[in-house]
Structures are given as C-alpha cells and as structure tokens.
C-alpha cells in the first residue's frame, strides 16, 4: 500500500524565482492538504484540494497556489520567492473532506538564497 | 483566534523513564485531536481522539482527551532512545480538513 510521496526531496533557488511541488496521496485517499514548517515550528496550513478545487486556504498571500489532478495528485507552487519561503513543505492525504486521519508525505525541503 | 499549546517544548529524559506531555486547545467547533511523531521529515500518525475520557493505548504510548478542560496528553512509559523526536499536537475543526498544530515537544531520551 503506497504511502503519500513527495518531489523533490530538496530544493535550493534563489529570491524571485517559481518553484513547483509535487505530492502523490495514499492509496485510496482523495483529499490532499498542503502544509509549511519552518523551522523549530508546528506546520502550518497553507491550502486543502478536494475533486481538484481548492477547499480551503490558510493565511498565506496568493504567490502560493496550487492544483490538483483527476488521480488526486497535486502541486504546488510558489511564485516571487522570498528568503522567508525556506521550509520543509509537507503535503498530507485523507479521505474525504472532514476525513479523519492525515497522512504525511516525507517533505521537500525548500531553500532560498 | 484558535490555538493549540504544547508543553514543555523541549524535554531530556534517560532510558525507562515515563513522560507526559500536554496539548491545550482553543479552537471554534472542535472535531478531533490528532498526535504525530516527526523524527527526520515525515510527521507519522500516532492516535486521533474525539471523545473525553476514553484512553487510545498503542504499546508503550497512550493519550487521553478531556474536552471539557480542553487538553490531551500523551504518556511514553518506559522510553527509549528510539522514541526521541518531536511530538506534535493538532486539532481539526468541524467540517474542514485543515489541521491546527502546537509548536511540537522536542523529546530526547538519553541511554
């Protein structure tokens, strides 16, 4: 049973630039939700895709966007980087849109110089 | 504004020690509460409670909601080096799938 999986693992660009990621949910999960830790922090929400719309959106501005597919993968992207965007970029898999357990991707690890 | 508070944030232990720690939450229509172990990257899933009162036991790790106090712990008997790493608290709120992390416990265990 694959688990959710991530690309890349890490990721160096600079100030200014776009950077797209990618996240492959758990098998038989629908839902993918997308998540930003820095470091020595919690994760924090950034977005949640649901039948390839976005459901639900934290408090991050609109340089992050994202999307998902018709076999439930999604992206997603940042554009206009800033030093402050370096993070560990988790995406998370469930069930359903109130579905109970998240599952976690193993990150991309985003540095910007 | 809703929050979640975890304490300590960080703790040393030696090897066969029990450790409790707490997670306490302010969030609108309460759903769930959710705790993960984050060793390298990858948060893993541990227990998800949603009633007050009744005990998620997996081996040597058990947490325990109470909804009216608006707190969880989660208690490591016996730990090992094994068991060091960040544990993370989160709470769902009702009808959405966004999840609301504490700052995490970063947990050392000492042979």
């Known amino acids: 049973d694959a688990g959710v999986t991530q690309s890349p693992t890490h990721l160096i660009k600079t100030r200014g630039q776009q950077v797209t990621l990618r996240c492959s949910p758990k098998s038989g999960h629908d839902t993918v939700s997308w998540y930003q830790q820095a470091l020595g922090q919690g994760p924090q929400f950034i977005f949640q895709y649901y039948e390839e719309e976005e459901r639900q959106r934290g408090n991050f501005p609109d340089r992050f966007s994202g999307h998902q597919f018709p076999n439930y993968s999604s992206e997603l992207n940042v554009n206009a980087l800033l030093l402050g965007d370096s993070a560990l970029y988790l995406c998370?898999?469930?069930?359903?849109?109130?579905?109970?357990?998240?599952?976690f991707g193993p990150g991309t690890r985003l540095t910007v110089t | 504004e809703d929050k979640v508070v975890q304490s300590p944030l960080s703790l040393v232990v030696h090897e066969g020690d029990t450790v409790t720690l707490n997670c306490s939450y302010e969030v609108t229509n309460f759903r769930s509460l959710l705790w993960y172990k984050q060793e390298k990257k990858a948060p893993t899933f541990l227990f998800m409670l949603?009633?007050?009162?009744i005990e998620k036991k997996s081996g040597r790790l058990s947490s325990i909601l109470d909804k009216k106090e608006l707190f969880s712990i989660l208690n490591i008997t016996a730990t090992q080096t094994g068991d060091s790493a960040i544990y993370l608290c989160a709470v769902k709120s009702s009808n959405t799938g966004k999840l609301i992390f504490g700052q995490g416990t970063t947990l050392q265990v000492k042979p």
């Open positions: 998370a898999s469930s069930l359903g849109l109130a579905g109970g357990e998240q599952y």
């Open positions: 949603t009633s007050s009162g």
